[in-house]
């Protein structure tokens, strides 16, 4: 950024998003294969989604998606997923 030229929330925002694009190149196709995953072992979008929230960790999110394909109970996904 120029030194003459003003920072506007704009600015900020669009050089934030530039500055994430690295990320999320890695970020997006994970998203996309733990949704597919999940959908397919019937948790709804809305689950997914609210597990990817809950989860910070990408391998328990995959974990939980298996623990609830195997029947696990809700106890024992809550303990080793949240």
Request: with cysteine; aromatic share 8%.
């Amino acid at each position: 950024m120029n030194k003459t030229e003003t920072r506007t929330p704009r600015r900020e925002f669009l050089a934030g998003a530039r500055a994430i694009i690295p990320m999320e190149v890695g970020g997006i196709p994970f998203g996309v294969i733990f949704g597919a995953l999940a959908v397919a072992v019937g948790i709804s979008p809305m689950g997914a989604m609210g597990l990817s929230l809950l989860v910070f960790a990408g391998s328990a999110q995959f974990i939980g998606v298996n623990l609830v394909a195997s029947g696990a109970t809700h106890a024992y996904f809550g303990n080793d997923c949240v």
